[in-house]
Every structure is written in C-alpha cells, then in structure tokens.
C-alpha cells in the first residue's frame, strides 16, 4: 500500500516541490525515513508515531518506510512531519488518498498533534501557486503568511485532527482568504531627519544616495551624528512594491523572523550588524543553509557601523555580492542563490582615536596606527562606494538653534520624485529599480550628458586614473542627481558633484594624506550646491 503527499523544501529562496511517498507493507513492525539527514529522521519518526497516537490512531503493525523525494535536494527541519504523518494514514488505508493531492503540506508535530509553525512558509505557498495546486495546508500560526499568494486556499490548521477532519470531510476548515490590498498600509513611525540638527552636507549626501540607491560612507569624528543620520535613513527611502515586499518577506519567512500581526514586510530592512560579524553571517550558508545579514538586507540598507573594525575577510566578502545583488553559494551536492540587493551604509572615525586631521582636536595615534586603521578599508571596497562624506562636529548655535530641520517626509518625497523617473526609465528592466543597480550596457542608453559634463567626466578619469567601474558609478550618480533636481539630462553640476563625491577619500585623509599625497587641485569639500531658488 503505497500513499503520496506534497511538502515543499528550500532552495535558496525558493521552494522546490518534494514527494513523501508512504509504502506500509507485511513483516515485522518497523518504521523508517529516508531522504533526511540521519538526526531529522530520527526525531520526526518520534513525533509523528506520537502525534498520531495521541490523535487517536494507532499505528497499525507493519514494516512503514517513508522515502522523501528527491533525494540530492538537502532537506531540513521539522516541515516534513505532518506531509508524512497524514501519508501512514492514507497508506494504512484511514483516510482517502485522493484529497492529498490538491495541496502541499508543511508542519511540525507536536507529541500530542497540535501543529507548530516553521519557516519557509511563504515559499512553499509560491511552489504550490506554480505547481498548479489548489492550495496548501500549513501551521495557523504561519497562514497569514501563504495568504499572501494570490489565488491559492489556504488551510490553517492547529492540530493534526484537523487536518484530518478536513480532508476526510468530516470537519472542513475555512480557508484564510487573501488581505484585499497587502503591500499598503502606514509606514511606522520611524526616527525622523527632523532630529539631526545642522548637518546640510550630510543630509544632502543621504538624500542623494537614498534617490539612487547608492553605497556611502560616512567618516568623522566620535558624536558627530552618523549613526543617527543612517538609522534615519529607512525613513526617506521609497516605499517597496509589492514584488519587492514578497521577495523580502519570504528571506525573513526561511528565517523564521517574520512577527505575527505582519505577514508582509511592508518597510524597507535596515539591518546593523555588529563588527564581530563573521563571514558565514554575512553572505550566510552554515550547516542549516540560511540567507545571512546581506540577504536580510534585501531591497534595503546594510549599515555598517564602525566599518575598520570588521573583519578583514568580511569585508572583503562583501565584494561581490554588492556588485551582483546576489550571492551564489556551493553546497555539497546544491548550489543556491540567495538575493542581497542592498544600498551599503558605512561609518567609520578617522582613526583609532576618533580626532586625526579634526580641527581643535590633537589626534593621539601614532602614524603607522592611522595607516593601518585606513587599510583595513580596502581599495576594491572604496571602489564600490559612490558618495564619500566626511562630518564636522555639529556647532553649539546649530544645536541651539529654534529653527525647525527639514522632516524625513520633505526628503522622502524629494526622493520619491527621482525614483518615479527611475521606474519609468527601467520599466523594460524588471530587475533594475534604481539607478545604481543600473547594468553598464545600460549606461550609455540612459546617461545622456551635456557637453560640459562630459568634458568634466573626462578629465577626472584621466587626472585621477578611475577604473572602469569609477567611471560607471560616476555616471549613475550624476544620473541620480540629475534625476533629483529634475534636469532632463546630466549637466555640469550634477558631474560635478559626483566627480567630488567619489573622490573626496582619496583627496581628503582617508588615503591620501597618511601616504603625504594629498591634492591640492580638488575643492575641500563636495559641491553641494542645488539649482536657483532650492530650498538647499
Ligand atoms: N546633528 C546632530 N543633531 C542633534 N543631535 C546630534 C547630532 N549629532 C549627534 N547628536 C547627538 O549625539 C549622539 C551621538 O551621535 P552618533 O552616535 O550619531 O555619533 P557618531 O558620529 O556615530 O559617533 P561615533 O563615531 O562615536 O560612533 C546622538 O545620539 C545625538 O543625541
Ligand atoms: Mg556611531
């Protein structure tokens, strides 16, 4: 007597469907999972016979071999027991067969049938849309999460007899039905701009790189308010489209951090790791095969606070996936893909001390304790970053003053403006959704220049010797400045600009000064000027 059910297991972010086959044949009583790892199958065995007999079934005396299918797929977790505890009871002949079919399952058992949730939910009801089933029949305490899946019924359930009950018929469930509108709805209330007292540059530098979605590092002496600036960031960010919303909904899904009154991830993540960071943490992997802060980052901001302090090798992990917007994993016998599209927010002191090259401040660290703490920050990193600024010390009659700072909303909608031209520029690229993801065959299509700025762009790359990728990321960012202040095409000052963001590490004392190659052509500071009658 051979029974089939449907469960689902992870690849990447992605579920891929996996059959659990139930055969129950004569011989002496014996009950055996294969197609899990060792440990899994053991401790699912155990519930299941548990859970079933605390239903009120009893296990009927044979030899019961359960086969998850197919075999070079890795399976993890717990989400496979209530698919095989309701195969022994359509192979023992309990219950009809035939309704299994509709549906894919996914649950954990308790020893006594209540269900309890597990990740990967959301996931398993997008496999299920795609395979064509009807539905899925998941944990109650995850519903809300396959509800977002359009189309598809979905069956809480709390307990294994309810399972039971609803495809014997007995008890049918009622299926949770899809919120009318997910994907709108109020932005929590987070820290405002409002709070940061003076610190125009810097304002400006965020708004700039929130309108693109650019990399930026903020460098500057202890107090002067870059972690208050970036953990203000999210809040003038765009609002996530729902495709957007669902791929990051089912990253925090496979993690199991998705709260229970959201079911969809509405705000952009802003995630902080702490320097003690490690490599598997970042890109993620590990034994159980989870997405790590990068992917968690997804379509929002990576902040990392105190960049020298990170490890070397994780820094320098971090290479690839921010030009990718993906990390490709090797497994031993899988190869997954996690996304990590992120905008890279960076903070660091001068130096050890906080104080070198801050006026009215005597720096204490030795030379070779500023070069080292600088290196630690490679080149190929810097070279990934498109706006450098560097903070001041806020001043008393800034912090003193009565007068109202601009709120979050003045820049969120200044931001929303330039990303409204974004869409519409890259409404043939459905991955590209901003300007900094914008690939270089794209450059030359969507990056139109008027002379002027083409000559300036010119002679930067020549003077300063840029790579390739300088150039690149110089013209997406005269791009977005261009897009902010409503310039049909990229003219002088937003070049300018750009030229000046990238290149204020290696004209200021990030690099140049501790190596005594300071360049006195540049201007001290980014030309932030805006248009006639800006409010800037
Ligand atoms: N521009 C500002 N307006 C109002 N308050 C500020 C400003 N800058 C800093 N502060 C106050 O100083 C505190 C410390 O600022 P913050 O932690 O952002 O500094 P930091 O530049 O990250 O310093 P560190 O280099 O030590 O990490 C803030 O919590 C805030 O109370
Ligand atoms: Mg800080």
Redesign the pocket.
Known sequence: MLARVRSGALMGIDAVVVECEVDMALGLPYFNVVGLPEGAARESKVRVVSALKNTGFDLPQKRITVNLAPADIRKEGAAFELPIALGVLAAARLMEEEPLGHYLFGGELSLDGSIKPIKGVLPLAVAARAGGFRGVMVPAANAAEAALVEGLQVLPVAHLREAVGHLTGSAPLTPLMREATPGVGPRKAAADMA?????PELKLALELAAAGGHNIL?A???????????RRLPGILPEMTFNEALEVTKVYSIQGLLGDEQALMRERPFRAPHHTLSDAGLVGGGPAARPGELSLAHHGVLFL??LPEFRKNVLEVLRQPLEEGAIHLARASQHITYPCRVMLVA???PCPC?YFNVPGHKCTCAEHRVFDYHARVSGPLLDRIDITVQ?RA?EYH??AAKTQELPSQYYRQRVEAARERQRARFHDAPDVHCNAQMPSHLLRRYCVMSPRAEKMLELAVSRHGLSARAHDRILKLALTRADLEGHGRIEDVDMQLAVDCRMLDRRGWLHANTQGATDASRPASPSWKTDPGDKH
């Not at 500057?220 to 970036?230: E, N």
Request: charged share 20%; hydrophobic share 35%.
């Open positions: 709070d940061v007292r003076g610190q903020m500057g002496p202890p107090g002067s308010g870059k972690t208050m600036l970036a606070d105190e903070a660091m002191n906080g903070t806020v800034q912090l």
